[in-house]
């Protein structure tokens, strides 16, 4: 009976646990960040396989130089004339974890990512096409300023191109 | 009454004007993805015609440039200035105007010091698949299908060299791709053309009337987001019979100082030209645009 009663007690914690560990990491409602509708986490959100050649990531500098050129990109961003106010609506602490996710998950470098995919991500935010083109100009520019190698930074650009498709909003 | 709506009718317009004009927007394509000017003013390499249309406007904008191409040969001198505007990225109309300069070589070949044959080339390009910059995961490349409209000012010596009529229309398909994983931009176009010398040298001839197709195409290699490297290639038909007509190439080096100026350098071999042989030299080319 009291191993019967302790198993309970043990199972009763562990679930608890697991449904406090299940609250702390949904990832549409992450501490410190704007919260997101709920959306299913898959790896196929990232909207690409990742890059398998490791010379690339290299050339990032990892996840340090990847958190360098993400930073970046959105204190760019953020302050352009033109996308800025694409941007402004929403709040940074999400956008950039999901990006480093994002980019170090397309980069090869081993992360899971925990966003939307690039539709629900981008949806209704009246992404027009030159915005894209836009932010890939500030992305060349923060790689350029951590010193990511012009064609590495096309490598990594090839991937991201496509999701134009889904980024901008029709 | 009438003249204060008409006032209110055209202030309304021009509202509606510069909300339209909000509406479309500049600059949205990455710098050198619109391409430099091409000889018959269409965008492109220097001597092949892409599929791209020139400009940086994207889907929603539009784009447009002015060029002036000099390229200096041992015996002549070849001048074009034109202008094109790109539309949607979809539609890309041009003018060319070009100018074949003898100068003293014109007095040896008997047509006078500084004969020069000069063509109007008005072009029309629609894109009708694909996007060559965005399109990373397909296979296939940008497509567009073209025509140019060309009218040279100089009948009289055409048709007494054998040529068949002083105008003539080229008809295209460009197929473009930029492999962005390789840093390379790869082009190809055929050409149905009955044009000897590109038009300056009239159209048609004792050895061939019809249109006959021909080859041009570009390979270029992005060394920076500034800078390209590249070499080209245009096959030519041989309809004239008083002089060989070969095929042209080039070596080029293409530089944006920013959307809109760049500067394109290439070392051109233009083969025999009217009888006058090796007309190799270098080709200049200033692009201004958005």
């Given amino acids: 009976m009291k191993t019967l009663l302790g198993l309970t007690a043990a199972l009763t914690l562990t679930v608890l646990a697991a449904a406090a560990y299940a609250q702390e990491t949904r990832p549409w409602a992450m501490p410190g960040e704007e919260k997101v509708d709920p959306y299913t986490v898959a790896e196929a959100n990232a909207g690409t396989g990742p890059i398998t050649d490791p010379k690339v990531f290299e050339a990032f500098h990892g996840k340090d130089g990847l958190a360098r050129i993400v930073a970046t990109t959105l204190d760019m961003a953020y302050a352009d004339a033109r996308i800025g106010p694409i941007f402004k609506p929403f709040e940074r602490p999400r956008i950039e974890r999901t990006l480093n996710e994002h980019f170090c998950y397309v980069l090869g470098g081993g992360c899971a990512y925990s966003g939307r995919d690039m539709a629900a991500a981008h949806k209704d935010m009246g992404v027009k096409p030159g915005d894209m083109g836009a932010l890939v100009e500030i992305l060349q520019k923060a790689m350029d300023k951590e010193g990511v190698p012009f064609g590495m930074q096309n490598r ?11 980024v901008v909003n029709k | ?93 041009s003018y060319a105007r070009q100018e074949f300069d003898t100068g003293s070589t014109g007095g040896k070949l008997g047509l006078g010091d500084g004969f020069t044959f000069s063509q109007d080339v008005v072009g029309l390009k629609v894109v009708v698949l694909g996007d060559a910059v ?5 296979w296939y490349p940008q497509v567009a299908v073209g025509a140019q409209y060309k009218m040279n000012d100089q009948g009289a ?31 190809g176009a055929v050409r149905l053309t009955r044009a000897n010398q590109t038009g300056l040298l009239g159209f048609g001839g004792p050895n061939e009337d019809g249109y006959s197709p021909q080859f041009e195409g570009s390979v270029a290699w992005l060394a920076g987001r ?45 083969g025999d030209i009217a009888t006058v042989k090796d007309q190799r030299g270098v080709y200049i080319s200033l692009q201004a645009g958005f």
């Fill in chain 1, 156 to 166: 990594f650009l090839a991937k991201l191109a496509p999701m134009k498709r889904d």
């Fill in chain 2, 1 to 93: 009454m009438i003249k204060i709506m008409a006032g209110a009718a055209l202030a309304l317009g021009l509202t509606a004007g510069a909300a339209g004009a909000q509406n479309l927007e500049t600059g949205g394509k990455l710098l050198l993805t619109g391409g430099v000017s091409s000889i018959e003013g269409s965008g492109g390499g220097g001597l092949a015609t892409w599929a791209t249309t020139t400009g940086y406007g994207s889907e929603e904008g539009v784009g447009g440039n002015a060029h002036a191409t000099f390229v200096s040969l041992p015996d002549f001198e070849f001048r074009t200035y034109g202008v094109a505007v790109g539309l949607f990225d979809r539609v890309e109309l």
């Fill in chain 2, 134 to 138: 965005y399109d990373q995961d397909r």
């Fill in chain 2, 157 to 187: 010596i055409i048709g007494a060299v054998g040529g068949r009529d002083d105008q003539g229309v080229d008809y295209y398909v460009a197929a473009t791709k930029l492999l962005l994983d390789r840093s390379l931009v790869v082009s």
């Fill in chain 2, 226 to 270: 500034r800078l390209a490297f590249g070499a080209e290639y245009r096959s030519k038909p041989e309809n004239l019979g008083f002089a060989k007509e070969d095929d042209w190439a080039d070596v080029f080096v293409a530089y944006a100082f920013n959307k809109n100026l760049s500067v394109t350098a290439a070392y051109v071999d233009l």
